[in-house]
């Protein structure tokens, strides 16, 4: 008997075991599949920035390139201006980094935001047509319950019927006794 019950119990412990490891996985491999495009967006936009920093000359002809950078340079550095990397990127654009930076943390907020909402959309939606099918489904069996009803109180109708029926036999056959009685009193 512990036998049968040990390997009864083991045998329902590990199936929902098992299946919450299989879905802890699936959660997994989809959160992956889900950063897996902005990941390699990320990394296309790395390798295209790198292309572009490179001279677009052959090898031989590179020094040229390298001589412009270097003029570049001089002429930049020399007046001891300091750019930003960001206004490197963006070339001779006079750029208000500070207000680069608040649109893009006011975009990334609007971007979290929105797809938080889209999860409540969802779970709303979710929820709602949850409530719609149970609510289907009652309404289905809310005529087979008014059906049910109405065939019950036909049920009940007819045994009333049959109960009048009876007591009135009675009440007949009591007022028969009821003369038989008086009437056999009578002659005594």
């Keep these: 008997m512990g036998i049968l019950s040990l390997s009864i119990y083991m045998m329902l412990s590990n199936v929902p075991l098992l299946n919450l490891l ?44 390298h001589i412009k950078l270097f003029v570049n340079y001089c002429r930049n550095g020399c007046r001891r201006e300091t750019r930003s990397k960001l206004e490197s990127i963006l070339g001779k654009k006079k750029v208000d980094v500070k207000a680069l930076v608040l649109w893009e943390k006011n975009k990334a907020d609007a971007f979290i935001a929105k797809e938080n909402s889209k ?54 056959r009591e007022e028969r006794d009821m003369e038989y009685i008086d009437s056999g009193s009578g002659e005594q």
């Design 22 to 65: 299989i879905a802890m996985f699936s959660n997994t491999f989809t959160e992956v599949q889900d950063n897996t495009e902005v990941l390699w967006k990320f990394l296309q936009y790395e390798v295209v920035f790198e292309y572009m920093k490179r001279p677009a000359i052959p090898p031989p002809l590179i020094l040229i390139s």
């Design 119 to 172: 999860q409540n959309v969802e779970d709303r939606v979710q929820q709602n047509s949850v409530m719609m099918e149970e609510l289907l489904g009652n309404s289905l069996t809310d005529s087979d319950r008014l059906s049910e009803i109405e065939h019950q109180l036909v049920r009940t109708n007819e045994a009333m019927e049959r109960i009048m029926k009876s007591l009135d036999k009675l009440s007949s």
